[in-house]
């Protein structure tokens, strides 16, 4: 699960207690202008497959984390439980997605639309 933070022209995503080690990251930041778009998306989150994992953890129905590559995209995974899943999408990143599991996924596509 992560934290998210809005300041300073910049969204802040925080990896949360042992997912660091899951997904070899402690925190993201990415520019405001970067973010292209934002979404609550239980269904991406669902099913076995998630492109290939380098560097990462995939547990089928356990824990997805870490850099995992799909359809060309590079794509960043922090997800045990897909129901509460939200999908950012980014443009001029490293990654192409960030599919991350928050506490309140309705609550974080607000709060990164409004900054938008």
Known sequence: ???LSVAGGKLT???RGADKLWALK????IP???VAGVRAD????????????LP????PGVITA?????????IFWDVHHPEKTIVIDLHDER??????????????????????
């Open 32 to 34: 405001l202008a970067h």
């Open 66 to 74: 870490g850099t995992f590559y799909q359809d060309g995209k590079r």
């Open 1 to 3: 699960m992560v934290d």
């Open 13 to 15: 995503l925080h990896v």
């Open 26 to 29: 402690s925190s993201l930041e």
């Open 95 to 116: 990654f192409n997605e960030l599919v991350v599991e928050v506490a309140d996924p309705e609550m974080a596509v607000r709060l990164i639309q409004t900054a938008l």
């Open 56 to 59: 990462g953890t995939n547990v």
């Open 42 to 53: 239980p269904e991406a989150a669902r099913g076995w497959w998630h492109g290939l994992r």
